[in-house]
C-alpha cells in the first residue's frame, strides 16, 4: 500500500490553548522547587529532570547520502555531511537516585557547525539540540497534564529512597508480565519499573513532533553497530551498585565504542498523527520510521568526574537551540520554550558559573 505524501509544515498546524501560559507557570514552579530541593541535600544544584547521567560522548553524526527531497530538510540537507556532536545519556528524575530505581531513559545530542536562520532565543549559537527519551510518546497528552504529574512527582524529590528501589524491584517483573501480554505498562515504568536494559542498546524517540524543513516528523535513534545490538537484549543487575549503569557504558565505550542509526517518521495524517497531542503514537504502518544519519562514538571514556563538570554543569540541552527548520511544534514544546532557560538559569545562579553555549564542540576530558 503506497504512503500517503508528507504534509506541508506550516504555523496553522498548531493550535494553542487559553490557558497555556497558566500552566507553563505551574511547571515552572515545580521544576524550581526541584532545583532547590536536590540542592539544598545535595549542596550542588542538579537539572530538575534527567539529573543523572550515565553516559557523556563524544559523537560524529554523518548525514546519509542519497537521501530523497523529503528527508533531505534541515541539518540533513546535504548529504555526507559531518557534525562534530556531544551525547548525554540519562535517567528521568531530577534527583540523581541509585540504579536500582530503574527508571525511563533519556538521549540528548547536541550538534555543532549548524547553519540556517535560528530559532527565537538561539540567535547566535551555531548548534542544534535534539532531545529524546527511551518510550515512543510523551507520558501525558499536553502540557496541563503534564503539569498536573510533574507537581506530584516534584513532592517526592529526594524522599525515601530505600522505599523507591523496593516499589522498582517489585514493579519490574509486573510490566514485564503485562508486556508479555501486549498490555501497556507505560505508567508502572515511569513509577520504577522500568526494565533493566542497557542504556547503549535502548530504543529512543523525540515522542513529540518538530519541523523537518518543508515537512513534520518525529525522529528516533536505534542500535546500528553490532556492539550495540547485542545490547538490545541485554539486562543489567542494578543491585551491583548505586552507578551500575555507568559502568555498563564506561565498558562498552573503553573497548569498542558504536553506532546508531538516527531515523524521521514524517507526518503523513494529521488525524492519526497529531500535533498537539503528545501522547499519541503515530502509526507505523502509515508513516515508517526512514534511515537519514548515522551516530558514531569512537572508544573513549564514558563517564568521569571531568566530564561530569564539562556537560552536566558545563551545559544544557534545550529543543528550542536550532535552527528554524527545526523548530518544535505542540503545547508540549511550546512549554519547553519557557520552562528550560528559566530552569537552566536558576540551576547556573546556584552552582555559580554562567552557561555559555560553546562556538564549537569541546573536547572532554
Not at 511547571?27 to 553516559?55: N, P
Not at 497528552?141 to 512527582?153: E, G, H, R, T
Not at 517526592?156 to 508479555?180: F, N
Not at 528554524?324 to 520552562?339: D, F, S, T, W
Request: hydrophobic share 40%; charged share 25%.
Amino acid at each position: 500500500m503506497p504512503l500517503n505524501p508528507p504534509i506541508r509544515y506550516s504555523a496553522d498546524l498548531e493550535k494553542p490553548s487559553p490557558d497555556e501560559q497558566a500552566v507553563i507557570e505551574d511547571i515552572k514552579d515545580s521544576m524550581l522547587y526541584i532545583i532547590g530541593k536536590t540542592h539544598e541535600d545535595l549542596g550542588h544544584a542538579q537539572r530538575s529532570v534527567h539529573a543523572k547521567s550515565h553516559a557523556l560522548l563524544e559523537a560524529t553524526v554523518t548525514v546519509h547520502d542519497g537521501l530523497t527531497p523529503e528527508l533531505a530538510q534541515g541539518v540533513f540537507a546535504e548529504g555526507a555531511r559531518v557534525y562534530p556532536a556531544i551525547i548525554r545519556i540519562s535517567t528521568i528524575p531530577g534527583d540523581p537516585l541509585r540504579d536500582s530505581v530503574s527508571l525511563p531513559r533519556g538521549f540528548a545530542i547536541k550538534l555543532f557547525n549548524v547553519e540556517g536562520a535560528r530559532l527565537p532565543g538561539s540567535e547566535g549559537d551555531v548548534t542544534q539540540d535534539f532531545l529524546f527519551a527511551s518510550a515512543p510518546a510523551f507520558a501525558a497528552p499536553d502540557a496541563a497534564s503534564f503539569a498536573k504529574n510533574l507537581k506530584l512527582i516534584s513532592r517526592t524529590t529526594d524522599r525515601v529512597e530505600w522505599a523507591k528501589s523496593a516499589l522498582s524491584w517489585i514493579l519490574r517483573p509486573i510490566v514485564k508480565g503485562l508486556e508479555a501480554m501486549g498490555a501497556d505498562a507505560g505508567a508502572l515504568k515511569a513509577m520504577g519499573g522500568y526494565p533493566e536494559t542497557h542504556p547503549l542498546g535502548e530504543h529512543y524517540y523525540t515522542q513529540v513532533p518538530i519541523r523537518f524543513g518543508d515537512h513534520v516528523a518525529k525522529l528516533d535513534i536505534v542500535p546500528q553497530s553490532e556492539s550495540f545490538k547485542r545490547l538490545v537484549e541485554d539486562r543489567i543487575d542494578l543491585s551491583e551498585g548505586p552507578d551500575v549503569l555507568r559502568q555498563a557504558v564506561a565498558e562498552v565505550m573503553a573497548a569498542e565504542g558504536g553506532a546508531w542509526t538516527l531515523r524521521a517518521q514524517l507526518c503523513r495524517n494529521i488525524e492519526t498523527q497529531p500535533i498537539e497531542d503528545a501522547s499519541v503514537v503515530w502509526p507505523e504502518e502509515e508513516s515508517p520510521y526512514l534511515d537519514i544519519a548515522t551516530i558514531r562514538v569512537a572508544p573513549q571514556t564514558g563517564w568521569s568526574e571531568g566530564r561530569s563538570r564539562a556537560v552536566d554543569d558545563g551545559l544544557t540541552f534545550r529543543p528550542w537551540r536550532g535552527i528554524e527548520l527545526h523548530r518544535p511544534l505542540g503545547n508540549v514544546m511550546r512549554a519547553r520554550r519557557q520552562v528550560y532557560p528559566v530552569a537552566a538559569a536558576r540551576r547556573s545562579e546556584l552552582i555559580g558559573c554562567p552557561m555559555h553555549e560553546p562556538k564549537s564542540r569541546p573536547d572532554l576530558p
